[in-house]
């Protein structure tokens, strides 16, 4: 080996040790350091401040951001915490940074609202997060389509919910599946007249034959439920007026305030049982949630709205 | 003319690669490589965004810092080496050819360099696509908008190269070039004041570059297409504002004492 090598050679080991041995050093002092409470900080808190610091660059920024938001929600579903502090924050971050950023807003609110350990637990920052990127990104029909099920399945308010699935269904390429839940979601929620209107306006705008059909048997019990209801206020008037419950549609024929025997979609009676209207068939209509005898539970859950409407099981 | 212009820029071109300045090409190939397959671990859904973003502010960047600690040296380093004197004294070459000559050359120079990193930056783009599509032309020009970025820093860094020493020029130079992301605030703000503010404001934020506009890499992102109008005009305005900063550059040059 001449001399020249060997210098050579000892430069190179000695680099090669002293990069190994500050290697060691970084580890105990991130051992010494694993309690600092790093992951709960936002070292600058305005998205907006963050936005003008990245001189214009803030498409990586975001990419950055969201990528620590994976990582955040990650280690601590993995530790199953019961709080996430600075997911909203971060997500905000996110967003601003990049508006146009769909994953964020869709992962996002899912990492959101689920219920502790699972996610923050905070559906009502899911849905401020996803009307957030529907007001940046109008056009992005999933958007609603989240924003829809947060509302239904976390938050509990189908009227909401509806009105979601229903401005979604209105953007040019959306499921028209969005159209049926809106619907659907609507009928539950009591609104029969908006979901008989959106019904029928899937029945006149599609050529599905499933669709129509689950569409047809929709509006069949939307009219069950408005007409038994009409039904019982008349009986509930005729109750009123002459001190008792009435033994027979006869009777509120006879007083005026019916013409004839009601029949149902289906040419069937409507039964009269102590002052209740009810279907007298009430496995033709599975969507009904007025005239039922009783005991029949409603079957217009969300989940079984669910079920149903999926395009598979049209 | 035109022969002593290509004279001056081919050789500003020759000693910015004796430089090794194409050596970031190098750190750009891992930052691509490495991006796309840390990002496609560590991340969710955002793949390509992450390598659009990336790769494009890479690009820019990477040519921005040349651009400014190549530009502030073009005149100063020849002033200090004495070389400038034989150029203008012993052969027929004019100061503004020298002027027009130097920029040239390092345009042709991060020319070349975003080129080059365009074809990687489109390799990579191609792997995780899994093809290129009609909506990636927005991606030229994204790039061809970073190109026109680096003909207006270049000019400013010349500029301050004339008057100014490197220090004083780099930090004029970056500082100009941040101000300059911030031309459309100051638009804003400019209208918000009143009186003898607004007017004083309202000239200062046109007079500033405007690299606002020069930037779409986060609309390129998400596949959303450039407006012709857009490209024209960011043309046009590059094209008279990089005018006007060379005749500055030149006037400033004409009035220095060389002996």
């Known amino acids: 080996m001449t001399r020249n090598l060997r210098i050579q050679t000892s430069y190179a080991l000695l680099l090669a040790a002293l990069l190994a041995l500050s290697s060691l050093l970084v580890r105990q002092v991130d051992r010494l350091r694993s309690d600092e409470p790093l992951q709960e900080v936002l070292y600058i808190p305005s998205p907006k401040v963050v936005k003008r610091m990245s001189l214009g660059y803030s498409g990586l920024l975001a990419d950055i951001y969201w990528t620590r938001v994976v990582q955040y929600f990650g280690e601590k579903h993995k530790a199953k915490a019961k709080q996430y502090l600075i997911l909203e924050p971060l997500l905000d971050m996110t967003t601003t940074l990049d508006p146009n950023l769909l994953p964020a807003y869709e992962f996002g609110s899912v990492f959101l609202a689920q219920k502790p350990p699972e996610g923050a637990g905070d559906p009502a920052a899911a849905a401020r997060l996803v009307e957030k990127g529907i007001r940046e990104n109008p056009q992005a029909w999933r958007l609603y389509y989240d924003l829809g099920y947060i509302y239904w399945l976390e938050l509990k308010d189908s009227a909401k919910a509806s009105d979601a699935f229903e401005r979604g269904s209105k953007v040019t390429g959306a499921h028209p599946w969005m159209r049926v839940m809106a619907a659907a979601l609507a009928a539950h929620a009591g609104e029969t007249e908006t979901a008989i209107y959106m019904w029928t306006n899937i029945l006149n705008s599609t050529e599905d034959q499933d669709l129509r059909a689950n569409a047809l048997n929709r509006l069949r019990c939307l009219r069950v439920d408005s007409e038994v209801k009409t039904l019982q206020e008349r009986v509930d008037l005729f109750t009123k007026q002459t001190g008792h419950l009435p033994s027979s549609w006869q009777d509120l024929i006879s007083s005026g305030l019916l013409r004839s025997t009601p029949l149902d979609p289906k040419n069937y009676r409507y039964q009269l049982v102590a002052g209740h209207v009810q279907v007298e068939k009430p496995d033709l209509f599975p969507f009904i949630t007025k005239g039922l005898p009783p005991g029949r539970e409603l079957k217009d859950m969300p989940g079984e709205v669910h079920a149903t409407a999926t395009p598979s099981a049209l | ?259």
């Open chain 2, 1 to 259: 003319m035109i022969g002593r212009l290509w004279a001056i820029a081919f050789n500003t071109f020759r000693e910015a690669v004796r430089d090794r300045v194409l050596y970031n090409l190098i750190l750009f190939a891992l930052l691509i490589v490495g991006a796309s397959v840390l990002f496609g671990q560590i991340s969710l859904d955002i793949n390509r965004i992450v390598l659009i973003n990336l790769g494009l502010t890479a690009i820019s960047l990477f040519g921005i810092v040349i651009a400014i600690f190549i530009g502030i040296g073009l005149v100063s380093k020849e002033i200090d080496k004495r070389t400038l004197y034989t150029v203008l004294a012993a052969r027929p070459v004019r100061r503004w050819e020298f002027i027009a000559g130097k920029f040239f050359g390092l345009v042709m120079t991060l020319t070349v360099n975003a080129l080059l990193m365009s074809v990687g930056f489109f390799a990579a783009v191609l792997y995780v696509s899994h093809g290129l599509g009609r909506s990636d032309l927005s991606l030229v020009t994204a790039i061809y908008f970073i190109l026109l970025e680096f003909v207006l820093i270049t000019a400013l860094a010349l500029l301050f190269s004339t008057f100014s020493t490197p220090i004083f020029s780099s930090i004029f130079a970056f500082a100009i070039f941040a101000v300059g992301t911030f031309a459309e605030d100051m638009r804003g703000f400019a209208q918000m004041a009143h009186g003898f503010t607004r007017w004083v404001m309202t000239g200062a934020a046109y007079l500033v570059p405007n690299f606002a506009s020069l930037n779409v890499i986060g609309q390129v992102a998400h596949s959303v297409r450039v407006e012709p109008r857009l490209i024209l005009l960011n043309t046009l305005y590059v094209v008279v504002y990089t005018a006007a900063v060379l005749t500055a550059s030149v006037w400033i040059f004409e009035r220095r004492n060389l002996k």
